[in-house]
């Protein structure tokens, strides 16, 4: 379309254009849509397609042009975007919209577009990286919380003791005692040797049989209320014996029938144990590492991109909720998730940045083998995967790999230094420490 663009920056991170249509050319187009309803007229009175074009202005003149104006807009808004060259991160927002026949289509658009800065120096930045050693003691727990998973739970005619699973209805009480309506959880699995909700609690389930109930308090969920108690009553509806599985190699079978004995099992959850401590020390590293990275670089994320992406979180979260949330629900929502949004946003607009800059990008080798890998986990057939993979799942993938392959680089030219911890000592501490930023 023969259009005029001019193209103003207007914000660090915004372009203005002024987009101009041609009167010739809005004229032109909305005779011919008149030319053309006039030829499919039927109106009282006029032999059908020989209505006088002046008959069909005068009548449908005005919604014609409403039309013509309507679909030119969406095309010269696309021209437009073409012609200025700009890499948008989010939906242009059209304004000014002006329009009188036999005069020119005018309109202004506001365009975002990534934020110019400069990348940090990668070899400026050390931190640690924690080495998580699996003891004896872990490979022990483990293999605790694999018995717990094939206990056998055997029905129990008799009250309950510290070695049974009970099924209970657990309803909440007002400071007299009565029972506050809407606010039960029923049949609740409640494993008495290992539920942690104090002694108190317990003590008072130990000893009820099926349909006996007891009056328990439990610490409340924060802040002053944590201060106040709050009061239940639960009702035990049945009571089951729990026997946990002998430690030998008939059980190791059990959980892996490829497993000769015991001794491979407690060698397949010691690998296990390690590589799963290892993708999560690595990962710690990374999540501090980009924290640095953002820290260095200071550029603000585009408005329209953060509300776009606030927008999309609040959708993904309704999930099946059919009704719309209200606007104190939506103003809630946002506040909450706003600094989280910023800083995926930012990452993700310097991750872009190193992508562009360093050239990085995915090989069709490096497609398909990742490809070879998810269809061998969902144990199908590479052509029955690729058969079922819709495109927007297959832009995920090479996603995945993109940001990995980022992730390689970024530790290629970081310093990390190795910290050996302890398996308990790793699960319990916090993201890497920064020794150089």
Sequence with gaps: MDIQVEKQRSGPCEYELTVTVP?????????????????????????????PRKVIAQKFGESVTSEAVSETLQEAYRDAFDQSELNAVSPGEMTDVQYEQGNPLTFKVKIEIAPEFELPNLSEVSVELLEPSVEEEDIAEALDGLRESHAILTPLEGPADRDCVVTADLQELDKTGVAIVGRVRRDLELDLSRVNLGDDFTGKIVGLSAGQSAMVELPGSGGKQAETPNRFQVTVKNVRRKEL?????????????RLSGLDDL?????????????????ERMFRTVVDVLLRKVDFPVPPRMLDAYLDRLLEEGRGERKEAPDTEEIKRFKEEYRAQAVWNLRWYLLRKRIITDRGVEVTDEEYAAEIERLARMDNRSVGDFKKRLTEE???????????????????????TIPQPVSLAEFEGRTPGRVVTA
């Design 23 to 51: 009167a010739t050319v809005m004229t032109e187009r909305v005779t011919v849509a008149l030319d053309e309803l006039a030829r499919k007229a039927n109106l009282p009175g006029f032999r059908p397609g020989r209505v």
């Design 245 to 257: 599985p002998a430690l030998d190699d008939d059980f190791a079978r059990t959980v892996n029938s």
């Design 393 to 415: 799942q297959a832009d995920h993938i090479r996603e995945d790999i993109l940001e990995r392959k980022v992730l390689a680089l970024i530790q290629s030219e970081i310093q």
């Design 266 to 282: 407690r060698e397949d959850l010691q690998k296990y144990l390690g590589a799963r401590a290892a993708y999560q020390a690595r």
